[in-house]
C-alpha cells in the first residue's frame, strides 16, 4: 500500500472513487474547492487507480474529515484504518488538538472503524443525510483528542 498526499489536479481520480464508494457522490470540483480551501488536505492510497482517499480540514486547532471513500472491491483490507491514522497524524502535524467527523447512524461499519481508532461518540444531528426519496439518516457526530504536540 502507497499512502500520499492528493491534490486538487487529482479531483477527477478521486471523484471516480467516491462515486464508487457512496450513492450520493461528490463532484470533481467540489472535491478540488475543498482541498484547496483554507486548511483542506486529502491523502490517497495509490495504485493503478486510487484505491482510496481521505479529505480533511485542519483549522483554529481543530481538524474534521469530511469524506473518507474506499473502492468497494477493496474494502477491508486496512485502507480506511490507514488512511484515518495518516489523516490524523496529518492534522496533528497542522496544530489540531482534535478530529470531528459525522457519519450516517446506521453506518455500523464506519462506526466501528473509528471507534477502533480513538474516536467517540459527542452527539447527533438529526436527519442530517439528505436520502432523496427515502428518510432522511442522523448523523453520529465523533471526536477524537489527537493530544498536544510537545
Known amino acids: 500500500m502507497k499512502l500520499r498526499g492528493a491534490w486538487s489536479h487529482e ?12 450513492d450520493h457522490a461528490w463532484s470533481a470540483a467540489e472535491i478540488a474547492a475543498l482541498i484547496d480551501g483554507p486548511g483542506g488536505f486529502a491523502l490517497l492510497v495509490e495504485g493503478e487507480a486510487p484505491a482510496g482517499f481521505i479529505l480533511c480540514r485542519a483549522i483554529a486547532g481543530e481538524a474534521e474529515i469530511l469524506t473518507l471513500a474506499v473502492d468497494p472491491a477493496l474494502r477491508r483490507r486496512g ?13 496533528r502535524m497542522a496544530g489540531a488538538e482534535a478530529m470531528f467527523l459525522e457519519v450516517a447512524h446506521d453506518n455500523l461499519p464506519a462506526i466501528g472503524l473509528y471507534q477502533a481508532v480513538g474516536f467517540d461518540r459527542v452527539g447527533r444531528r438529526r436527519g442530517y443525510y439528505d436520502r432523496g426519496a427515502a428518510p432522511a439518516a442522523d448523523a453520529i457526530v465523533m471526536r477524537r483528542d489527537l493530544g498536544r504536540k510537545v
Open 11 to 22: 479531483a477527477h481520480a478521486l471523484a471516480a472513487v467516491h462515486a464508487a464508494a457512496f
Open 79 to 91: 485502507l480506511a484504518r490507514a488512511l484515518v491514522e495518516a489523516a490524523a497524524g496529518a492534522a
